[in-house]
């Protein structure tokens, strides 16, 4: 089957520091891999995506590389900032069923 | 160009009552999607349309809830009647037909829904 594991929340970081949320994900067949971030309030916003093994996805300091041999798509940023403060989800999507499949998600709070 | 729209963006209804969402998709997606998100996890299906047509609806509570995209646009989400167990955030997204575009998903901000 498909299914997406994420680190438990919540994270909480100062400001600056580096930000590791771990993702793994069980599929069959070759998914895209995905980061949504939700802000307090709001919907669902892509972070970033990788499509295939060895991609890196990357957007506003954010960055995750799909690993296919540890089946992982970890989340780093060098250095967070309050702003980056969210519920961060890690998902996958299985061409064969057109489904998103996303994990429970992982909250972020980042301390002045 | 305007997102999703979702609203209500919150509704309070009591046990028994019946509720209704509304989605309007980003112009051009035929592909439309409702979610269901409770409180600390991640969204999960409840149906999906490409254009008019429900294509997997396997994950939506039939006995209570209902879903139809009139003319392959719009579309309504009903409860009815509601239950306590229902309360969550009901979440729509759109996209293209083949969901690795460049965006993936679109979704709406959402409707947050409690039932006392």
């Known amino acids: 089957g498909n299914s997406v594991t994420q680190m438990e929340g919540p994270v909480t970081l100062s400001e600056e520091a580096f930000l590791t949320i771990n993702c793994t994900y069980t599929a069959t067949g070759y998914p895209s891999l995905f980061w949504y971030v939700q802000y307090p309030g709001e919907g669902l916003q892509l972070l970033l995506k990788a499509t295939k093994a060895d991609d890196k996805g990357s957007n506003k300091g954010f960055e995750a590389t799909y690993r296919k041999e540890t089946t992982s798509f970890h989340l780093e940023k060098g250095s967070v900032q309050v702003s980056d403060s969210a519920v961060y989800f890690c998902?996958?999507?299985?061409?064969?069923?057109?489904?998103?499949?996303f994990g429970s998600g992982t909250k972020l709070n980042v301390k002045p | 160009e305007a997102g999703v729209v979702q609203s209500p963006r919150y509704k309070i209804i009591e046990k028994k009552q019946p509720v209704a969402f509304w989605c309007n998709p980003i112009?051009?997606?035929?592909?439309l999607y409702w979610y269901r998100q409770n409180l600390g996890q991640g969204p999960e299906l409840l149906i999906r349309?490409?254009?008019?047509?429900?294509?997997?609806d396997s994950q939506l509570p039939k006995d209570r809830f209902s879903a139809e995209r009139l003319k392959g646009v719009d579309s309504t989400l009903k409860i009815q009647p509601a239950e306590l167990g229902d309360s969550a955030v009901y979440l729509c997204?759109?996209?293209?037909?083949?969901?690795?575009?460049?965006?993936?998903?679109?979704f709406g901000s959402g409707t947050r829904l409690t039932v006392v």
């Open positions: 997204a759109s996209s293209l037909a083949i969901p690795q575009g460049e965006n993936g998903y679109t």
């Open positions: 112009s051009g997606h035929n592909t």
């Open positions: 349309y490409e254009n008019e047509e429900a294509v997997d």
């Open positions: 998902a996958l999507v299985n061409y064969n069923f057109n489904k998103f499949y």
